[in-house]
């Protein structure tokens, strides 16, 4: 007969906390007592010490929940445990085999959804109550002789080389060292994203927009960006070292659930805030000591005050990359992420005045934070939030307090995806069919559906645009389409299958032939082409940092390269991928990884661009990783889900006054 072994799970309750202007109430999780522990668990419980964290601030205490269960395992199973791997990657790390071994049994132990919640009742304990679920903490394994499994040296195996990756040790994330064949930009590279990581009590939560040391107003560059960090994350999770983005992922959770105001207005309970800064205060009733703390900026303090509309997005789109590189899935069945999801895509599902399925926001919501022209319906906005909305059918656990969620979810994909197909495409017959509108159409069955009138065709484009490939505008709105090509818009369309597969092929045929205007001597504009002259004063209102061709105005930013990279595997034009990589390898580490490139063909340093801005460097080490290992690309895109192209909302209508034309329309 086996002996048992049993796993001793508890939480860490730091003094560590986030910095806001608003009491916080505790309260129980679930609103109920748990479960009562087992005599085994409890003995372990028992032996377990307090740790504090060195350094000048106050330690961060290791409290035990009494409320959390333990997990018990015989020792056959232990014995025939597998490796837990990806891709060709073999762990020898105990302490993930012991998650893997239990995760079957987590929605047994209060982690998931479906197991405590139905309707709205969580997300107002939640959001009244300030869940503060911190992260399972597998501190050591006892066998039933009391004796003591330590966790082996972990290492991971790529290609034959072995990287160190010390995952659960915030020392071995600054300090491990890559062994492959890595060229002396890739070593420069991994040294200075290393540099720019942040901890939080000790462990590694995110990395800095910028470690410029020359620069001595760093503004808000001194912050972690959820955005910024996305190639980050990427970065390492490809690199098997997942904690740094679990971490972030669960403190940036956390911040969701607090109260966010502006001029006594409250946005809504699902935004996510564009950065957050590690701050040490001063421990209230202690001489001389310090605590850190968490300070969110949730668009208060942003230039122009604007909410970052795509901060929850590119938060659901991370926590799905997390899962598919890892194989860990267990984080997105955790009841308080299940919960952080459904209140993104509530706030973003909200019912509006708008006719459209697109979301509407404000100019200076997205990666363009300024003023330039893109308020409405900006194409950069609608990809993220096609593929934050196909990410969340994957993830969502469906239960009668989600399926009106997942059925929303399933017709807005549908809607959105149909819009953007048939309303924002442009080659040469579209622009000619444009070019020939009829205006004032009062009609259900009117061709110009929004009243463009023709003159707004720009005369740049009449030549520009050739005879093959095409793009998908930057905005439409009545009356008004958006000519200009935004490149990250149009490149997420593509990774998403927001487009169809012969509008992709379009866009990068278009890239291809226009190489010159989208890269010459750095990849990769932001946007073309770039307002000049009256245009720029009106729109921009003639925004010093937003001149012609620099910054977000025709700027050249490499960060872009790792989204055209995973364009280009998915379409299978690695070879595009690979040209542009090589142009950016041969400049950017002699220009100290500038944010941004100015001139027409890319050629200056932007006049007020940082340097050694963190998501061009890990926008560069994503890319190259993405080329040496593609099949790990399959794991960031989507390919054509044809079971949403049978949805339509329409179909359910009775008292619909037309037959919806859809299927006949949608091009495959």
């Known amino acids: 007969m086996s002996s048992s072994n049993c796993i001793g799970v508890y939480t860490m309750r730091p003094c560590c906390r986030i910095l806001m202007g608003y009491g916080y109430r505790s309260a ?19 032996k377990l010490r307090s740790r504090s964290c060195s350094g000048e601030s106050v330690g961060c205490i290791r409290g035990i929940d009494p409320n959390r269960r333990g997990f018990n395992v015989s020792d056959s199973e232990w014995s025939h445990q597998p490796r837990v791997g990806y891709s060709g990657v073999n762990r020898v790390k105990r302490g993930v085999l012991v998650i893997r071994n239990v995760a079957s049994d987590f929605r047994n132990h209060s ?81 200075l994203l290393r540099e720019s990581v942040v901890d939080y009590c000790g462990n590694p939560v995110g990395t800095l927009a910028a470690i410029d040391p020359a620069d001595k107003t760093p503004l808000n560059y001194d912050q972690v960006f959820i955005r910024d960090f996305v190639p980050s994350a990427l970065a390492f999770l490809l690199n098997g070292e997942p904690e740094i983005v679990k971490n972030f992922l669960l403190h940036t959770l956390q911040l969701q659930s607090w109260e966010k105001t502006v001029d006594c207005y409250s946005p809504g309970q699902g935004l996510m805030p564009a950065s957050f800064k590690v701050k040490t205060a001063p421990l209230d009733g202690s001489d001389g000591k310090f605590e850190e703390v968490l300070d969110p900026d949730f668009g208060e303090s942003a230039i122009g005050r604007v909410a970052p509309v795509d901060s929850g997005l590119w938060w659901i789109i991370m926590l799905r990359a997390y899962g598919k590189i890892t194989g860990d899935y267990t984080l997105q069945e955790r009841v308080d992420v299940q919960t952080g999801i459904r209140l993104i895509l509530n706030l973003c599902l909200t019912d509006g005045f708008d006719m459209f399925p697109t979301l509407l926001v404000t100019d200076g919501s997205c990666m363009i934070d300024r003023r330039m022209g893109i308020h409405g319906h900006p194409l950069e906005i609608q990809a993220l939030f096609y593929s934050a909305l196909r990410c969340s059918r994957e993830m969502l656990i469906v239960n009668d307090g989600t399926k009106n969620l997942v059925a929303a979810v399933n017709n807005r994909l549908s809607a959105l995806s149909f819009h953007i197909r048939e309303y924002y495409w442009v080659d040469m017959k579209k622009l000619n069919e444009i070019y020939r509108y009829k205006t004032e159409e009062y009609s259900t069955d009117a061709v110009n559906k929004f009243n463009i009138y023709p003159d707004q065709i720009p005369s740049w484009l009449v030549d520009w645009i050739p005879d093959e490939g095409g793009y998908l505008i930057g905005n439409l709105q009545p009356a008004h389409m958006d000519f200009r090509f935004f490149t990250l818009g149009n490149l997420w369309s593509i990774v998403s299958s927001l487009g169809t597969q012969q509008q992709n092929e379009g866009i990068l045929n278009l890239m291809e032939t226009k190489w010159d205007d989208f890269v010459a001597q750095m ?43 995973l364009a280009c595997i998915k379409m299978g034009k690695t070879e595009l991928a690979e040209k542009a990589v090589a142009l950016a390898e041969k400049r950017l580490s002699g220009d100290h990884w500038p944010e941004y490139y100015d001139t027409k063909n890319g050629r200056f340093i932007g006049k007020q661009s940082r340097l050694h801005q963190t998501w061009t460097i890990a926008g560069y080490l994503t890319s190259k990783m993405l080329l040496e290992n593609p099949e790990k690309a399959a794991l960031l895109f989507w390919d054509e889900d044809y079971e949403l192209l049978q949805t339509c909302v329409c179909a359910l209508i009775k008292t619909s006054k037309k037959k919806c034309s859809r299927r006949s329309q949608i091009q495959v």
């Not at 004063?537 to 490499?558: E, F, L, M």
């Open 28 to 46: 129980s999780t679930f609103g109920s007592s748990g479960p009562k522990l087992s005599r085994a668990v409890v003995d372990n419980v028992s």
């Open 111 to 191: 982690t998931s959804v479906d197991s405590q919640v139905n309707g709205k009742s969580f997300e107002s304990i939640y959001i009244q109550g300030g869940l503060n679920v911190k992260p399972l903490v597998i501190e050591r394994i006892e066998t039933g002789n009391g004796d003591v499994v330590k966790e082996e040296e972990s290492r991971v195996e790529v290609n034959g080389a072995n990287v160190n990756v010390n995952i659960g040790d915030s020392k071995g994330l600054n300090d491990s060292k890559v062994e492959t064949e890595l060229s002396e930009t890739e070593k420069e590279a991994w040294s």
């Open 523 to 565: 990849p990769l504009k932001i946007c073309y082409p770039a307002m000049e002259y009256e245009e720029w004063r009106i729109v921009t209102g003639a925004d010093p940092k937003n001149t012609p061709w620099s910054y977000h105005n025709g700027g050249s930013w490499p960060t872009l390269l790792w989204q055209f990279t």
